[in-house]
Each structure stands twice: as structure tokens, then as C-alpha cells.
């Protein structure tokens, strides 16, 4: 039977970016589908001014991920993105966008996803503003979507509230206090998905789901 796995994250979450390479196996894994549900967290009433206690913060964190994972927060990502004080950490943008790519040209989401990630983390752009995310789109091949983006209309919008209300439904129907969640859906069940090996052992996750 196919299961349904709705991943619950932000795409300015380090810890989901450190999740990253194995929600990408989970992806290819024969008789999962995977949906993604991007939650809101940093964005709105979530959003924040980067100053230097929360850099400091961010970055001890990363290096933690970093050990942990192995994916890579460079000092391009410390010096430019964290020790900016003009930009909000707003994941609302890339929300958007990705919502965009949901509607446009669905089986790429994950692979939009990951490209913000690494410009973010990796290559030290910016991709808390709808200019620079439309410019990572297109550069992908996803003009439709960076079109969208460029000029938000009430159904980008509207789509965009209805998945992030989606996922923050689900996050308190199952009590999840952050991301990244992932819930299993295999029709006649749902349940959190026990998800601590993410980091260490992605194999772990697969077998929990064939066993269920």
C-alpha cells in the first residue's frame, strides 16, 4: 500500500536543511509519496530582526547540525546572511515561492526547496525577498512559478494560506512543537513518524514505514 508522508518544515529551519538529504531518499523510496507542507514558522508573527545574540545562536546551532549531518553552512551563509542587520529572518518569501512551484509544477517542489536552501546555507544569497527567489527560479528552468512570485495574485495567495494553515492544523492535531514533522498517512491510519534517526540513520525511517 502507498503511504502518504507530509513533511511539515520551513525553508529557513537549519535543522531541515540538515534533514534534507534524507527526505530526499524518503522521496525515492518505492510506495512513498511525499507532500510537502511548509508550516509558516518564521514567517508573519515568526519573522524577526537578525541581530547579534540571534546570529550567535543561529550559527552554534548550524555548527551543531553541521557535525551531526554533514551538510554545510558556510562562512559565506555566516558573514553575509547571518551578519546582515537590513533583512529580516522572514521565511514568508520562499513560503510563497514554493507555494508557486506546488501550483506550477508540483514534482519539482522539493528540488526548489533544496536549491534555497543551498543558496542560502551554501552560497550565502539572500532568499528572504521575492526578487532574489524569482531569480533562483528562473535560473531553474521555473518560469512559470518566478512569473508568479514576481507579481503575487489572491490565488498564489490563497493557496499559499491554505497549505501553511494545512500543515499548522496538523501539527496541533498531533501535538508537534517543530519542524521538521513528518506524519504517515497509509489510509487507514496516520501517526508522527519517529523521525531521530533523520540525521544519523534515514534507513531507520524507511524501515519504520515498511513495518507499519
Not at 553552512?73 to 529580516?88: A, H, T
Not at 512559470?144 to 497549505?163: F, S, T, Y
Request: proline share 5%; charged share 20%; with cysteine.
Amino acid at each position: 500500500m502507498t503511504k502518504t508522508l507530509h513533511y511539515l518544515f520551513d525553508p529557513l529551519c537549519g535543522w531541515c536543511y540538515g534533514a534534507a538529504p534524507a527526505v530526499s531518499g524518503l522521496s525515492a523510496f518505492p510506495g512513498v509519496s511525499l507532500e510537502l507542507l511548509p508550516t509558516g514558522l518564521f514567517s508573519g508573527e515568526g519573522a524577526r530582526p537578525m541581530d547579534d545574540a540571534f546570529a550567535a545562536y543561529a550559527w552554534s546551532n548550524d555548527q551543531r547540525i553541521e557535525r551531526l549531518t554533514g551538510q554545510r553552512f558556510s562562512e559565506q551563509y555566516r558573514n553575509r546572511v547571518l551578519g546582515d542587520r537590513q533583512r529580516l529572518f522572514d521565511s514568508g518569501p520562499a513560503t510563497v515561492a514554493l507555494s508557486a512551484v506546488s501550483l506550477t509544477d508540483p514534482g519539482r517542489e522539493l528540488e526548489a526547496l533544496k536549491a534555497i536552501q543551498h543558496a542560502r546555507y551554501v552560497d550565502g544569497n539572500d532568499v528572504t525577498s521575492l526578487a532574489a527567489l524569482a531569480d533562483l527560479l528562473g535560473a531553474l528552468g521555473l518560469e512559470e512559478a518566478a512569473a508568479k512570485i514576481a507579481q503575487p495574485d489572491a490565488d498564489l495567495l490563497g493557496a499559499n494560506r491554505a497549505r501553511t494553515g494545512r500543515a499548522q492544523a496538523l501539527m496541533r492535531e498531533f501535538g508537534a512543537r517543530g519542524v521538521p514533522t513528518l506524519i504517515a498517512d497509509s489510509g487507514a491510519k496516520r501517526w508522527v513518524v519517529d523521525h531521530a534517526a533523520i540525521y544519523s540513520n534515514p534507513q531507520a525511517l524507511i524501515r519504520q514505514l515498511e513495518a507499519a
